[in-house]
């Protein structure tokens, strides 16, 4: 199979790198801004397991930076050879902030702990988010980075900041508050309403892409792997296809849901499901009479038009959808084969898979070793894609997330396949 790749941090130039970095961390202490505004001076949230603790949190993308860039004394990072080095035999011990390794090394203090420490305030955050981003390009002017194995840590790190910016967005959806501008990239997304399906032939394939300059861990496999046919939607299921399920008395029929969903549903989904207002709202498909739905979403209600990718779905609810139309999630690779082809748009919502998080057969683990290993353990499933809320540079179809099926505070979606 031919493999194309689209452009992003991966591949960049230093240029484009220190671009990025710089409008990363802009975006970054902006959204600092934000919640403090909103959170008031110590930005203290609620303990629930799918936020963080934002001063934590802020704090933690600085000292990932510091971590493996400023203290990391042997910054270079090579795949094939690198495997056994002690990283931590490597890593000076000044921190700008003091027991910093205590602190925000989030292997080391887990979630629940993170609400009983004593953090810095937010203008020692502020500042040391600003200190952190002038360290970072003086590293980099000082001893530029010439070799993909030079640019793994500078690039592993800002992808960390991205995928925090993400998450930032998803905290101010969960506990209802706006991030400028940020809405609108989702209702400007040009929806592909029809249910349109491609056919894809047999073929062999190879899920990884050796052509980027970096790879995050789990993405390495040295195997072929036989695709057998099948078709897949070429866009996600919107929202008027996902309510057409929802409302109809199906929704409630264990025949769609699998065990695990069937749980889900008598337990959470009457709290939890982002449509759960909908369903006691509209007792059938054919009772909305206009071509949206008014449902609540950051700060407020918006109308959201049906033609919309359906999104906050947990992985359940995407499970008994495909099930109920007589199809099942794509796989991860299917999604892989299909995103190569022109009719194929993703890049609106994260689209669940019908695959668990699983190391590939070779898979050996990078540097920062809990970024993958710790979550194969058969609880998380794969999500492909991207979402209006990622970082442009950061979109990939290699990109393998992650998330447990609960989850539907991410900007989640999805779409059907079927073997041919
Ligand atoms: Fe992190």
Redesign the pocket.
């Known amino acids: 199979m031919m493999s194309i790749a689209n452009k992003n941090f991966r591949d960049f130039n230093s240029a484009e790198f220190i671009n990025c970095f710089l409008k990363t961390r802009r975006e970054t202490i902006q959204m600092l801004k934000t919640f403090q505004n909103v959170l008031g001076s110590e930005l203290r949230v609620p303990n629930l397991p799918e936020l963080n603790l934002p001063i934590w949190e802020f704090c ?2 600085g000292w ?1 930076y510091e971590r493996w860039i400023s203290r990391n004394e042997r910054r270079v990072f090579d795949r094939e050879c690198d495997s056994a080095v002690d990283w931590n035999a490597f890593c000076a011990e000044n921190t700008y902030f003091e027991r910093a390794d205590t602190l925000f090394d ?1 292997s080391q203090i887990h979630h629940d702990a993170r609400w009983k420490c004593t953090l810095p305030t937010y203008q020692q955050t502020l500042n040391y988010l600003e200190s952190t981003s002038e360290d970072i390009v003086r590293e980099f002017e000082t001893k530029p980075p010439q070799t993909k194995q030079d640019f793994y840590f500078f690039k592993l790190s800002l992808a ?1 900041e991205m ?2 910016l993400e998450a930032f967005k998803m905290t101010a959806q969960r506990l209802k508050f706006e991030i400028p501008g940020l809405k609108q990239k989702f209702f400007n997304y040009d929806s592909k309403s029809e249910k349109n399906f491609l056919p894809f032939s047999e073929q062999i394939i190879s899920p990884f892409y050796e052509g980027y300059e970096f790879h995050f861990d789990n993405e390495i496999h040295n195997q072929a792997v036989t695709i057998k046919p099948f078709k897949i939607q070429a866009s996600c299921v919107t929202l008027g296809d996902f309510l057409e399920f929802l409302l109809s008395d199906d929704f409630l029929d264990p025949r769609f849901w699998s065990i695990k969903g069937q749980k889900w549903l008598a337990v959470n989904f009457h709290k939890n499901s982002f449509y759960k207002d909908l369903k006691k709202k509209f007792l059938a498909f054919k009772n909305i009479k206009q071509d949206f739905v008014e449902i609540s979403w950051f700060a407020n209600k918006e109308k959201m038009a049906l033609n919309l990718p359906a999104l906050h779905i947990s992985y359940f609810e995407a499970e008994a959808y495909a099930k109920w139309f007589g199809m099942r999630l794509p796989t991860e690779f299917e999604w892989l084969v299909a995103s190569h082809s022109k009719s194929f748009y993703w890049g609106s919502v994260w689209e669940w898979t019908a695959d668990s998080f699983y190391a590939f057969p070779t898979f050996v683990p990078h540097p920062y070793k809990d970024y993958s290993k710790p979550w194969f353990d058969g609880n998380h499933m794969i999500l492909k894609g991207a979402s209006f809320a990622s970082c442009e540079d950061f979109r990939n179809i290699h990109f393998r997330n992650f998330y447990t099926p609960n989850r539907n505070d991410i900007f989640s979606g999805f779409r059907i396949a079927c073997s041919l």
């Open positions: 933690h993308v990932f989030s960390h995928m925090h």
